[in-house]
DNA sequence: AGGTGAATTTGGAACGATCCAAAACAAAAA
DNA sequence: TTTTTGTTTTGGATCGTTCCAAATTCACCT
């Protein structure tokens, strides 16, 4: 491994010109003269120069990085957005700075701390559940463009969020389509904010079609696969039982696939169920999950845009963009039960 | 959104001292009266200065991140990893530069060549399929030490792969200790390495135990739990067919369990499987399925121990580090059918 | 040959921090 | 008081690049 790094000056000795002739080079400018430029290019090669793009940007001021915080990477919802923030970054020349939180909002603040120190053109938060929007804003200062997604953030702030309401509605509308009147809402925690409005979507699809709606059928778990596998039970504990879920996501819905199956129960066949995010498992599990599409690897890629627009023209306004969704039928949602045999 | 930054300077004018003290105040140092250092402090705080690192690392001649290079982010196996990387790389103050390829060799040559003008301290590469050792070589130069995850390279690097021969040859003795005599291997690509290693350890199992090796249970399948799922059939086109298969990976191993059960076969009950990674999954599927682990966050710690140690030891010789595999039995392995109504 | 305008190249200052040798100050010793 | 010693503070040079105004070279016309 050589300790000494090659700079501009080196280049620029080693053929005879400027060191600001060799940055023209570099930077493409139509400044120089053409065989100038292939002289200084092929010595470039030639020693193997590596461009110090952190002094650059010093001197003039300018970032080529964007941090990107998210709050839990093993879920692949926020893989595939972090993969599609980075695409679209890539491809005009930035850099991704990642930081993970693991939902912990004390290493977020933390992380942010770090990467702001890095002067990056701006921030995408995928904030972790309670953060606290005064905190961050203290952390990241107001020097540059902030985007959070996924979570509202007290506070005004750029969003790009899910129209987690309308999701709800449309998967509680397709089941109520399909002939069911016993719907339940399993899953989530009641106090996360994409939880409390897919909550509020299903209470408004029932109302608007004079379905009641049961207290009783509205399980809470932790969203994880386990979790709902396990508190299936719940779902029958009381007498009429419910003949479909809306579940509060895909891990959610496929752990109570699981939890059916172990209960004797067939999915999409005695009982009815809907997800939420569409990821890529849904399409695989037996039965495949009817669910709700948000593409979050173009979620991603948005995200990247938004902060781009925003990079370059700072006197944008904060706004709220909401994520279009879109409902996938899949074999998971079968009519009720009591449907069978009756004709169409 | 404010557009001038503050700087050293303007909190040193702002408290009456000069720019060196507030430089010593911001790196600790004990050389400062404990009263000015308040007083430098509390502006700081007042002002609401935000270090800039990289003009610090450039003067300094130091580095504060490591990137990171990722073929497939939305795999959960490279998630992990790469959260563990993170995780490990935060709590010594080092920030990621996130990197994903998407399996092209093209763009990795781009990702690398843009982050290394970033001047890291090192590099963690988790190579693209059919990656060249040599054009890495020359894109990331020789000035920071590389450390290769996963895949070989060709050319000397320091090395964290999987133990892939061990792996396979212990889930396949796990299956002729239960009986098994006639056993597949189940899925990738001949032309990957790991593969080609996997099946080695499947091969010299076999042999140890005086099994006969049939190649017509060798089936090759792209590694995605659909297309295992759709070569399920392959297994039983000749007779006599096998009775177990040791899979490439746990992907493979989920799509083969979904293909059986479409050709109404039960796995773990008329016939067995191992994995290979332990995802999240292979826990909660149905049967749960027996794999061999390999802890990907933990890896991604490890990657990152070893690229600090070669940073603050740059003489430190390449090496090949083995990341030692487990076999976690679960319900998918079972003893052949022939066995039934035998007695231990 | 001399003059003109355009094309090309250049040296020094600057970006925001650190390094370092020297200065300023304080306390103790002569 | 002066010297000595130790503690704090400081100004200027520097890291590798870009900016900018000025210098140089070139091509073309009188």
Known sequence: MSATKLTLNDVARGCGVSRATVSLVLRGSPLVHAETRARVEAEIRR???????????LRSRSASSVALVINDLSNPFFAEFAAGVDEALAA???????????ESVARQQA??????????????????????????????????????????????????????LVGARLATEHLIALGHRRI??????????????????????????????????????????????????????SDPAPTAAVCYNDAVALGLQLGLIARGR???????????????????SVPPLTTIATAPRARGRQAAERILERMRDPSIANAQHSIAVQLIVRESSCPPPTMHGIPA
Chains 1, 2 share one sequence.
């Open 266 to 284: 067939r999915p999409g066949v005695d009982f009815a169920l809907v997800g939420f995010d569409d990821i890529p498992e849904a399409a695989l």
């Open 47 to 57: 020693v193997g120069y590596i461009y110090n793009r952190a002094a650059a940007n």
């Open 92 to 102: 005009v020349g930035f850099v991704t700075l990642l930081g993970s939180t693991g």
């Open 111 to 164: 992380v942010l701390a770090s990467l702001v120190e890095h002067a990056p053109a701006g921030i995408i938060l995928s904030p972790a559940e309670g953060s606290d929007g005064a905190a961050v804003a203290r952390v990241v200062g107001d020097h540059m463009p902030v985007l959070v997604f996924n979570r509202e953030l007290g506070g005004d702030w750029d969003y790009l969020v899910m129209d987690n």
């Open 184 to 237: 339940a809402f399993y899953g989530g925690h009641r106090d996360s904010s994409s939880c409390h409005q897919r909550r509020k979507g299903y209470l408004e699809a029932l109302a608007n079609a004079g379905v009641e709606a049961e207290p009783r059928w509205r399980i809470e778990t932790a969203p994880t696969r386990l979790e709902a596998a396990r508190q299936a039970g719940a779902l029958f504990a």
